[in-house]
């Protein structure tokens, strides 16, 4: 069965450094998200994109953040500049055309910020 | 605003024993709602998914959701849980309208099998 594919599994990045998360969405879905889960809460939305757009974000995705699709199959996560309290997991997701289509999950990014 | 809450942080039962995870939602129009399972170390996970028509709705491993309006809620269920079954759960809602609508997640449910 397709899987959503994340890369890397864990990611150590100094504060302030730059970090980008990969993410290879199924093949045939049109849209694609990033959520992120703080360790002990809940999974939070961050952004969906959708014909090479961002069609809806949330207020933690602020300037900091960025996604792109630089080609057919991956999307990246970038933070500029990060935070300690950006330290998560984040997940990726893509779903098929059609409202009742479910969102398929890859298996996440940690991300520790020292 | 939509809202999702899953009253049990923890969940135990015994193998063999039924079990329901419990969820309520908060929506406007109609709900489309999902539970999913996260095991360790791993992502979310689709089990299934209301939509619309019948009320019990059947999914993945054996797990089925039983869905009613008048009490807004979406318990998630299975007949005979297996050790395999511990694992975290989370029930979402489908923020709005439109094919990229974001899920809205409760804060999840960890459901302990023992033998």
């Known amino acids: 069965e397709p899987e959503v594919t994340q890369t890397p599994s864990h990611q150590v990045t100094q504060m302030g450094q730059e970090v980008i998360l990969r993410c290879v969405p199924i093949s045939n879905h049109l849209y694609f998200y990033w959520y992120r889960q703080i360790l002990g809460q809940k999974v939070e939305f961050l952004v969906s994109?959708?014909?090479?757009?961002?069609?809806?974000k949330s207020e933690i995705f602020d300037d900091q953040f960025s996604v792109e699709r630089p080609d057919g199959s991956n999307f990246t996560l970038k933070i500029r500049s990060t935070k300690l309290e950006d330290s998560a997991m984040y997940f990726c997701?893509?779903?098929?055309?059609?409202?009742?289509?479910?969102?398929?999950f890859g298996d996440g990014t940690r991300l520790s910020i020292l | 605003a939509q809202s999702v809450a899953q009253p049990e942080d923890q969940v135990n039962v015994a193998e063999g024993n039924p079990l329901t995870v419990k969820c309520t939602y908060s929506v406007s129009g109609n709900p489309y709602l999902f539970w999913y399972v996260q095991y360790p170390n791993r992502g979310l996970q689709f089990l299934l998914k209301y939509i619309t028509g019948d009320n019990l709705v059947k999914g993945s491993y054996g797990f089925e959701a039983e869905f009613n309006k008048s009490q807004t809620s979406f318990h998630l269920k299975k007949p005979s849980a297996l050790v395999s079954d511990s694992a975290l759960y989370f029930c979402a809602v489908r923020a709005g309208s439109g094919g990229y609508n974001k899920l809205i997640f409760g804060a999840g449910t960890r459901l302990a099998v023992h033998p």
């Open positions: 994109f959708y014909n090479n757009e961002i069609s809806e």
């Open positions: 997701a893509s779903k098929n055309d059609g409202e009742t289509q479910p969102q398929h």
